[in-house]
């Protein structure tokens, strides 16, 4: 066996046509999807050690007597990133679905008591136990899609106890499954009812004794507030965004989803990771949210759930070179939706992002919208092994169909989670998160 670090690998997956997202392509410049064909990863420990031809591969394999795990007629990519979810929930919101047909609005039915407040009392009723397994549950749906990385937000307690117990579920999640988890605090999302006479008490509780406390705890790798007429205002999230920064904690802001308050620009100034929804949001919001690194985060599920008639306007955004990330935004209001890829048609056929740009923004800047771009998001040596397989003739398939999952197999930190094999639905062990 050699002893150079380059060449001692724990695997090699050859064969398969890799979409790296990666910008640097050097010296061939850059390629769609930043693809190589016929490829070969080598993986060493939870990273990837080397990427070339499958030629090469095989041939640095066998003087290391490796056996090559064979990946021909399949495409690889990043582990899908999730960005942008409120996963863990109680209750549901079939009703108001059914409501809003009949033809009551989102804000109606939200100053009506309904809306987050209802899953609100849905979640503080439920046991932990209920809320770990109606997670799991949608948890699984995203795995199977060849999600490796989720970002789940608490916000549907908005008390203590609560807050904390949604955010130890999230944790929970990462620690028991084969998935990476950011948590995020939401104590932003709706003014709960026992502060209805004074709203201002309860801006101070979030950002201050409860946001520390449950930082304290390692419970927050973020905040986020539901900038909105309906919700918290511009000075309300400033405050929070204040909190965050001196305790050295990143940001998201929930901005422009109904209306323009602003909340972009705020989120720029306080260099935030990511403004999120922005179906309203104006051009000097987005000129500062480049020059921030702040990422748009798109949000075609909720979009669609509420039909909205007004997109995000993508074709500023992108002149004024904003990164797009994808989501779900998955949560049981606005966007009962537990599938990454229906994300990705919805933001193409929706919202008017190339395939392409689908598949970055679930990859390469759903990364960066989480902090995690040095780390994931991309095919790249020295980044963690988190790929996912498809079987598809093309990464825009990915984005093309509506119901299929063409994922068969996963990745993370170097571990397979399914055979390589098998095509069809993949399952996950049913006890996995059991006590
Ligand atoms: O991202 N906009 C605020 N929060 C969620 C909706 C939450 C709900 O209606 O329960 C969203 O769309
Ligand atoms: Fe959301």
Redo the contacts with the bound molecule.
């Keep these: 066996m050699q002893k150079s670090g380059e060449d001692e690998w724990d695997q090699l997956i050859a064969g398969a046509n890799v979409a790296t997202m990666s910008l640097e392509r050097a010296p061939f410049g850059q390629v769609p999807y930043g693809r190589v064909e016929d490829a070969a990863i080598a993986v060493k420990g939870e990273r990837i050690a080397w990427l070339g031809t499958a030629a090469e591969g095989r041939s640095r394999a066998a003087a290391q007597r490796l056996t090559v795990q064979d990946a021909t007629g399949l495409w690889i990519t990043p582990g899908l990133i999730d960005c942008h979810t409120?996963l863990v929930y109680g209750g549901n919101?079939v009703a108001e679905f059914e409501q809003r047909l009949c033809g009551a609005s989102y804000e109606e039915i939200s100053r009506a008591g309904g809306?987050?407040q209802s899953?609100v009392r849905a979640t503080r009723a439920a046991t932990p136990a209920e809320l770990r397994a109606s997670a799991l549950a949608r948890v699984r749906r995203l795995m199977a899609e060849g999600v490796t990385t989720v970002e789940i937000k608490s916000g549907y307690g908005l008390e203590l106890p609560t807050e904390r117990r949604l955010l130890e579920v999230a944790r929970e999640l990462g620690e028991t499954l084969p998935l990476s988890v950011r948590k995020t605090f939401l104590g932003l999302?709706s003014l709960p009812p026992e502060f209805g006479a004074d709203r201002q008490a309860y801006v101070d509780r979030v950002c201050g004794p409860w946001l520390e406390a449950l930082a304290a705890d390692g419970l927050v790798d973020a905040v986020d507030a539901?900038c909105?007429n309906i919700a918290f205002t511009l000075a309300e999230t400033n405050q929070l965004l204040m909190a965050a920064r001196s305790l050295g904690l990143a940001a998201h802001i929930?901005a422009g989803?109904l209306s323009d308050m602003g909340a972009a620009e705020l989120a720029a100034q306080w260099g935030a990771l990511s403004a999120d929804?922005l179906e309203y949001v104006g051009e000097a919001a987005a000129a500062a949210m480049a020059a921030a690194g702040t990422v748009a985060v798109l949000?075609p599920a909720?979009y669609f759930t509420l039909r909205q008639t007004t997109p995000p306007p993508v074709a500023m955004l992108r002149q004024n070179g904003v990164s797009l990330a994808v989501a779900t935004?998955c949560?049981?209001?606005?966007?009962p939706c537990t599938s990454i890829l229906t994300a990705m048609n919805m933001a193409c056929t929706l919202f008017g992002l190339t395939p392409e740009e689908a598949l970055s923004g679930t990859t390469r800047n759903a990364a960066r919208a989480l902090g995690l771009q040095d780390e994931l998001g991309t095919i790249e040596v020295g980044k963690r092994a988190d790929l996912a397989f498809w079987r598809v003739e093309r990464p825009a398939e990915l984005s093309y169909g509506l119901g299929a999952n063409p994922c068969v197999g996963v990745m993370h930190r170097g571990r397979m989670r399914e055979a390589l094999i098998h095509d069809g639905y993949p399952t996950l062990d049913a006890g996995m998160l059991e006590a």
Aim: hydrophobic share 20%.
């Design positions: 409120h919101r809306g987050i899953t999302h539901f909105e929930h989803q929804h949000l909720a935004d949560n049981p209001g606005t966007s």
